[in-house]
């Protein structure tokens, strides 16, 4: 059964840049697509970043240029590095893998495995 462990979350003051990690395990389990999603309170999951194993890359409008998704295949981790953080970027960020290919920014429905999360709570 595979697991996704993600960590690097916290209280951050408004510009900080935290580095988010997810960890997949086994390590013999190969995720095609990878990504990032957030979901505020009251609010649905919506993507943030998603990164195929080839290294296409796909970005929400709304943090392009500020954050950046990367993963280390070898060790299978996902890697979120945020930049520039805004008080609207507080959400519970989630880790999700699919064996399919990412397709654009994917939607939470397509991917079939999830982390439990690591809060994000900027501050202004």
């Known amino acids: 059964q595979v697991q996704l462990t993600e960590s690097g979350g916290g209280s951050v003051p408004a510009g900080g840049s935290p580095k988010l990690s997810c960890l997949v395990s086994?390590?013999?389990?190969?995720?095609?697509?990878m990504g990032w999603f957030r979901q505020a309170p009251g609010k649905v999951r919506e993507g943030v970043a998603n990164?195929?194993?080839?290294?296409?890359?796909n970005y929400a409008d709304s943090v392009k240029g500020r954050f950046t998704i990367s993963r280390d295949n070898n060790n299978n981790i996902l890697y979120l590095q945020m930049n520039s953080l805004k008080p609207e970027d507080t959400a519970m960020y989630y880790c999700g893998a699919r064996g399919g290919y990412c397709y654009g920014l994917l939607g939470p429905s397509v991917f079939g495995d999830w982390g439990q999360g690591t809060q994000v709570t900027v501050s202004s």
């Open positions: 990164k195929d194993r080839d290294g296409k890359t």
């Open positions: 086994p390590k013999s389990r190969e995720s095609y697509c």
